[in-house]
T-cell receptor, first 113, second 115 residues
C-alpha cells in the first residue's frame, strides 16, 4: 500500500554543518512530494516541494533531491542553524486524487552549538 | 496576513461530551482538511472538503463529524463515539488545481485532552 517512511528518527548535527534528512516512499506512481518542518506545539510549515518531472530543486539554504529509480527523497539543509531544530516530515501525493498527502512519521533534527 | 486560525489552542473533553474545534482560513482556498497527530507519529487524515457543502471521509473518520457551510470555515466535532480523542488536531487548506498535488498550509493546531 501507500506509505512514506524515514530512515532515521533522530539526526544530531553541529551548528554550521550541512544536514541531510532522508525519506523513502513506496508508491512509484506518486508524482508530488513535500517537505514540512514542525516546531514543538505548532503546525507543519511548508519548506519545499518537488514534482516527479524534476530531480532537484533548490530553495533558500535547502535542496530537495528526488531519485525515482530507488524511490528516495532527501532534504539537504546548508549551514544548519539552531533555529532549524524541529521535526521534519516528507509527504507524497498522487495526481488525480483529492490532493491527499501521505505523511511519514518524521525525523527530529537536533542542532548543537 | 493570510493564514489559518485554529481555536481553541487547548481543549478538554469530559466523558460523553461532544466538542467542536474551529478552523478558519482567509487564503481563499477551496480545499480544507483535518488531521490527527499522535505523539511521535505522522499526520492522519480525518476529513477533507474540496468545495463548500461537500466533504469526504479520510482514513480515520469514525467518531468525528464536520460541516462546510462557508468557504472560510471547516469545523470539526469530536463526538463521544471517539473513544481515544486525546491528540493534536491540525487543520489545513490548499488550492485545487486539476487534481495535481498542491502544498497544504496548516494552522497551529488544537490539543485535545480528556478530563
Amino acid at each position: 500500500g501507500e506509505s512514506v517512511g524515514l530512515h532515521l528518527p533522530t539526526l544530531s548535527v553541529q551548528e554550521g554543518d550541512n544536514s541531510i534528512i532522508n525519506c523513502a516512499y513506496s508508491n512509484s506512481a506518486s508524482d508530488y512530494f513535500i517537505w514540512y518542518k514542525q516546531e514543538s506545539g505548532k503546525g507543519p510549515q511548508f519548506i519545499i516541494d518537488i514534482r516527479s518531472n524534476m530531480d532537484k530543486r533548490q530553495g533558500q539554504r535547502v535542496t530537495v533531491l528526488l531519485n525515482k529509480t530507488v524511490k528516495h527523497l532527501s532534504l539537504q539543509i546548508a549551514a544548519t542553524q539552531p533555529g532549524d531544530s524541529a521535526v521534519y516530515f516528507c509527504a507524497e501525493s498522487l495526481t488525480g486524487g483529492y490532493n491527499k498527502l501521505i505523511f511519514g512519521a518524521g525525523t527530529r533534527l537536533a542542532v548543537h552549538p | 496576513d493570510g493564514g489559518i486560525t485554529q481555536s481553541p489552542k487547548y481543549l478538554f473533553r469530559k466523558e460523553g461530551q461532544n466538542v467542536t474545534l474551529s478552523c478558519e482560513q482567509n487564503l481563499n482556498h477551496d480545499a480544507m482538511y483535518w488531521y490527527r497527530q499522535d505523539p511521535g507519529q505522522g499526520l492522519r487524515l480525518i476529513y477533507y472538503s474540496q468545495i463548500v457543502n461537500d466533504f469526504q471521509k479520510g482514513d480515520i473518520a469514525e467518531g468525528y463529524s464536520v460541516s462546510r457551510e462557508k468557504k472560510e470555515s471547516f469545523p470539526l466535532t469530536v463526538t463521544s463515539a471517539q473513544k481515544n480523542p486525546t491528540a493534536f488536531y491540525l487543520c489545513a487548506s490548499s488550492i485545487v488545481r486539476g487534481g495535481r498535488g498542491q502544498p497544504q498550509h496548516f494552522g497551529d493546531g488544537t490539543r485535545l485532552s480528556i478530563l
